[in-house]
Structure formats: structure tokens, C-alpha cells
């Protein structure tokens, strides 16, 4: 499969601790996307991280990006219970625009 | 600002029906994409379109479905016939047509066909 493939498939966890999903995938690429979907909405872009970076921050998200491990992650710092959602990696194809999203994690946070 | 907008967002129908969803993207996007979702399959891509023209409808799952985007701000999807296992939802999204930039994603049509 082209997809990125995430993992877990389903996370529960406390509020306040910290979330972890990773995404593999098995080409090259040249950035990767993370999204956020909510019970019964579209989804929402998160992060994006190129090819040349490491690691990217946004409030408590943190993404880091291994090329030469194909793989990147998602930290979630001290989770809150509206952070609840799919989330879904999503890495183009060589193609023109053409994005395609892993199977996603469903992360449950208790509160 | 207005995000994407799909219409309607339930819709329920009988088999061997028409269906179209329509979709509004956000102005100035040059890039439209038809997104698939269901529990089995998860999000697949069935087209997109860049200024106006479709690009990839290799996802298109059979000639019962086709889309059009007849102008930048008004596209829609159509079954016809359609099956039972076509139930799913539906969203559309766009972007500004490069493949470094993130989709704007509508909130989807959920589509039922009993």
C-alpha cells in the first residue's frame, strides 16, 4: 500500500497524560500532514512537516519526521478530552496534489 | 472566512435513485478533491479536480459515479443508480494547488441508501 499507515489503531488514555501516534509509510516523500477529525465533521489539517525538518511544534502538538526511518509521529502534551478525534497521516504522491491518508489512530482521553 | 461547504448533509433515499452532492470550496482554491469514508475502507479518494479540470479519477469506484466542477466555486457528485453499498460519507475538500498545502475539508454528506 502508497498509505501512510498509523499506528495505534486506538489509543485511550487519561486527561493530562501525554498521546503518541506514529505513521509509517514506504516511499519517499516530500512532506507529511497530519489531520484531526471529529465525531461527525471533516477534517481538520494539524501539521505539516517537510522532508528537511525534524521536528515541528504547534501549542501541544509536536511532530517529528524520520526519512531515513519513513516514519514520523505525533505527541499530544497533556492531553484534554476535547482533544478526542481521529487523527490521520497523509503524505502526497508524486503526483500533482494528490494526498492519501492512512487507516488513522482514534484516540479516546478520559477525564 | 467561509470554509467548504457540502449539501446536504444527510441524505437518505431509496436505491436506484439519483444522488448529487454539491460542494462550495473556499474562494480562491484552485484544487478539488471527493473524498470517500466509510468504516471498512477509510478515507478514499475518488477525484480531484485543479482549475476546473479533473486530474486523477482513478478512485472513481464505477461509471454510476461521475463529478463535474463546471466553474471554481460549484462542484458536485452524482450517483446514479445508486446501491445500497454505496452508503457512506462523502466529503469534499480543496486547497491552493500545490501539494505542500493542507485541505480544507467540508463536513461531509452522509449518505444512506436503503
Known amino acids: 500500500s502508497q498509505q501512510g499507515e498509523e499506528d495505534p489503531q486506538a489509543l485511550s488514555i487519561q486527561e493530562g497524560e501525554n498521546a503518541t501516534m506514529n505513521c509509517s509509510y514506504k516511499?519517499?516523500?516530500?512532506?507529511l500532514q497530519w489531520y484531526r477529525q471529529n465525531s461527525g465533521r471533516g477534517l481538520v489539517h494539524l501539521i505539516l512537516i517537510r522532508s528537511n525538518e525534524r521536528e515541528k511544534h504547534s501549542g501541544r502538538l509536536r511532530v517529528t519526521l524520520d526519512t531515513s526511518k519513513k516514519s514520523s509521529s505525533l505527541l499530544i502534551t497533556a492531553s484534554r478530552a476535547a482533544d478526542t478525534a481521529s487523527y490521520f497521516c497523509a503524505r502526497p504522491l508524486t503526483s500533482y496534489d494528490k494526498v492519501i491518508f492512512g487507516p488513522g489512530t482514534s484516540l479516546s482521553v478520559i477525564p | 472566512d467561509a470554509g467548504v461547504i457540502q449539501s446536504p448533509r444527510h441524505e437518505v433515499t431509496e436505491m436506484g435513485q439519483e444522488v448529487t452532492l454539491r460542494c462550495k470550496p473556499i474562494s480562491g482554491h484552485n484544487s478539488l478533491f471527493w473524498y470517500r469514508q466509510t468504516m471498512m475502507r477509510g478515507l478514499e479518494l475518488l477525484i480531484y479536480?485543479?482549475?476546473?479540470?479533473?486530474?486523477?479519477d482513478s478512485g472513481m469506484p464505477e461509471d454510476r459515479f461521475s463529478a463535474k466542477m463546471p466553474n471554481a466555486s460549484f462542484s458536485t457528485l452524482k450517483i446514479q443508480p445508486s446501491e445500497p453499498r454505496d452508503s457512506a460519507v462523502y466529503f469534499c475538500?480543496?486547497?491552493?494547488?500545490?501539494?505542500?498545502?493542507?485541505?480544507?475539508f467540508g463536513d461531509g454528506t452522509r449518505l444512506s441508501i436503503l
Open positions: 479536480f485543479n482549475n476546473n479540470v479533473p486530474i486523477d
Open positions: 516511499t519517499s516523500i516530500n512532506n
Open positions: 475538500a480543496s486547497s491552493s494547488g500545490t501539494s505542500n498545502q493542507p485541505q480544507h
